[in-house]
């Protein structure tokens, strides 16, 4: 079965750059998840990529996929004090199923003033 | 359009006792899901929903049962509660999660077994 591994917690200063790694098992052509969960909130999507792709910007958010390696980093350029939240990647349970995600342990990410 | 709703967002339960967490959606979405986060777990899928009269097993089900007679609404029931079903309850729906819309999150539920 999939298997979505994280780190559990970064902490970074303010206007540094944030970088979130996630590592996965499947295999299958589908799309990749980032989630952002703020402290007492539900889970927030933040972005995803389809496994074609190698990378995808949005604004001040990069996400790099190396499907060689199955490794999925998140990077958050000049974060905020507002961007500390648990960080989430997730991808498609039981073979690339694409109508059930599987979620990583979460990354909880600290941001000092 | 409110989303994702979930009740109660707060519940203590005693054990052995028994509990409906209700869930609604007004986004006319096919796809439900159920999902419990423990800390340092990440979220557990515990059934999940295709449509209205369908439903399915996902990872951790054992405890649990869940209906889905209407597109809006997919209640998730505990039958004899236990300290192990401590945890925070997660509804979520998607229209097409093949196609990179993701999920839809509630606001979560957090229930206590004592």
């Known amino acids: 079965g999939e298997d979505v591994e994280q780190s559990l917690f970064l902490s970074v200063r303010e206007g540094d750059s944030s970088v979130i790694n996630c590592t996965y098992t499947?295999?299958?052509?589908?799309?990749l998840y980032w989630y952002k969960q703020e402290p007492g909130a539900g889970l927030q999507l933040l972005t995803y990529?389809?496994?074609?792709?190698d990378m995808k910007q949005d604004q001040r958010l990069t996400v790099l996929l190396n499907k060689k390696d199955k490794h999925l980093s998140l990077r958050i350029a000049d974060t905020q004090t507002g961007d500390s939240a648990i960080y989430f990647c997730?991808?498609?349970?039981?073979?690339?199923?694409?109508?059930?995600?599987?979620f990583g342990t979460g990354t909880l990410l600290a941001v000092q003033p | 359009n409110a989303g994702v709703t979930q009740t109660p967002k707060f519940r203590i339960l005693k054990i052995g006792q028994s509990m409906t967490l209700q869930c609604t959606q007004d986004?006319?979405?096919?796809?439900m899901y159920w999902y419990r986060q423990d800390p340092g777990m990440g979220l557990k899928l515990i059934y999940y929903?295709?449509?209205?009269?369908?439903?399915d097993k996902g990872e951790v089900p054992n405890g649990y049962n869940v209906s889905r007679s209407t597109t809006e609404d997919f209640p998730l029931r505990l039958e004899l509660a236990a300290p192990s079903q401590t945890s925070v309850y997660f509804c979520?729906?998607?229209?097409?999660?093949?196609?990179?819309?993701?999920?839809?999150f509630g606001s979560g539920t957090r229930l206590t077994v004592v």
């Open positions: 990529i389809f496994s074609n792709m």
């Open positions: 986004m006319n979405h096919n796809y």
């Open positions: 929903s295709v449509g209205a009269g369908i439903t």
């Open positions: 979520a729906s998607s229209y097409s999660p093949g196609q990179g819309d993701g999920y839809t």
């Open positions: 997730a991808g498609p349970l039981y073979g690339g199923a694409t109508n059930k995600l599987i």
């Open positions: 499947d295999s299958s052509s589908t799309y």
